[in-house]
């Protein structure tokens, strides 16, 4: 953020299928930050958005005069200037880090590079956070449904120890 002198910097998760954006963390000088799930069509407006599908970074330097930009939303929200890197993986918009701007300006290939190269790194550990998730709500349900059986359920490691037993194995 203060490489840039942004005002803002916001990371976003965005689940295409659902159309959502979930940002997820953000740092404003002077502001509330930006949090919270939005509708994608909400936030991202005319052509852009494909670029930003397609994994390439997408630089506003004057909301009010570029026309894929619908301004009085932007400006609602104290952004006049943005850039926005999206992070793309086996065809699929995973997350964008964003900074934004109270004032026009013209973002260098210095900052969309550095930009990038946040997305970059911070990618590996999204997509673990991501996978681990998964992993609790799947464990969350085997365990429910198995507790729910009117059965017994266990399940042994290869030597032969008990890895997980269900309720009604205990009583």
């Known amino acids: ?23 997820t963390t953000s740092w404003r000088y002077d502001d509330a930050p ?34 894929r930009v619908d301004a009085a939303r932007y400006e609602a929200l104290g952004i006049r200037a943005f850039a926005i890197a999206p992070f793309v993986r086996d065809g699929a918009w995973r997350f964008a880090v964003s900074v934004t701007d109270r004032r026009a300006r013209s973002w260098g290939e210095d900052d969309v590079r550095l930009l990038r190269a946040v997305a970059a790194r911070v990618s590996p550990h999204v997509e673990r956070r991501r996978q681990d998730d998964a992993l609790r709500l799947s464990e969350a ?23 997980f037993f269900n309720r009604q194995w205990t009583q």
């Open 34 to 67: 930006l949090r919270g799930r939005h509708a994608l069509e909400a936030i991202f407006l005319g052509g852009y958005p494909d670029a930003l599908r397609r994994g390439e970074p997408v630089a506003v330097g004057d909301a009010r005069a570029d026309p």
């Open 141 to 163: 349900r085997f365990r429910l449904m198995a507790d729910s059986v009117p059965h017994l359920v266990w399940i042994l490691r290869g030597d032969g120890s008990v890895e």
């Open 1 to 23: 953020l203060r490489l840039l002198r942004a005002a803002s910097c916001e990371f976003s998760e965005i689940d295409e299928a659902a159309g959502t954006l979930d940002v």
